[in-house]
């Protein structure tokens, strides 16, 4: 039997947002839940985000939720991503998680809500803005998380730049704007790279990886306050 947690209900109370207090976000039984934001921004939108792990593979879980949604549920994929969303009364329902590699392999993903009046349009809000990329880079995510005395970004980015170019690339811009670099690696072989670099009160990790025509870029920046 699903039931409807108090958890994310509580996390919504204490979120910067105007919303009902009685909203809850359905969930199964066998989902095991752990908060990652309370107040997060992302693609200009702000939201409430926990996290999930659960024994359930894909199918289980897209079954569980049209049943909860009927009709009015909207799938996207990326990938290996697949994005599960609902509107209700203004507000946006989020189910997003990566199918596992191996069927045995436990699903781990994010639920998320937000008040759909609080969003900017695209005019206020630029995606990956201050953020150094080859000029044929597309943003995917841009999310932001302000908690336990620090800010976080992380960026999810791709374009058609090799891996070497790509690293190349980031690791000459944040040399040059006074990052120093703590570890470097560029593995041709398996076309992956990655980079850790840090300057005063912050903290920067790139992973690079090829995947089939695209490169894709995960950028996660640590500002401590």
């Not at 996207?76 to 507000?91: F, K, P």
């Not at 908690?147 to 190349?168: A, C, E, P, Q, Y």
Request: glycine residues 6%; contains cysteine; aromatic residues 10%.
């Amino acid at each position: 039997m699903p039931y409807y947690t108090s958890l994310l209900t509580l996390m919504l109370l204490a979120c910067p947002m105007s919303l009902h207090a009685d909203v809850s976000f359905p969930v199964p039984d066998n989902f095991e839940l752990h908060i990652i934001a309370d107040d997060m921004e992302f693609n200009g939108m702000t939201m409430a985000v926990s996290g999930f792990s659960t024994s359930r593979n894909p199918t289980e879980v897209e079954s569980f939720y049209r049943d909860a949604w009927g009709d009015e549920i909207r799938k996207a994929r990326m990938n290996d991503l697949v994005v599960l969303s609902h509107i209700n009364d203004d507000l946006l329902y989020t189910v997003q998680f990566n199918e596992p590699e191996k069927p045995q392999m436990q699903l781990q993903g994010f639920l998320a809500i937000s008040n759909l009046p609080g969003m900017r349009s695209e005019k206020d809000f630029a995606y990956g803005k201050g953020f150094p990329m080859l000029s044929d880079t597309k943003v995917v995510n841009d999310m932001k998380t302000h908690d336990m005395g620090k800010n976080n970004r992380m960026l999810w980015l791709t374009n058609k730049s090799s891996v070497t170019t790509n690293f190349n690339f980031y690791r000459r811009e944040f040399v040059n704007d006074g990052w120093s670099v703590i570890h470097s690696e560029n593995r041709l072989r398996d076309k992956e790279a990655g980079l850790a670099l840090s300057r005063s009160g912050e903290n920067l990790n790139i992973s690079i990886i090829g995947k089939n025509s695209l490169t894709q870029i995960l950028a996660i920046v640590t500002e401590y306050k």
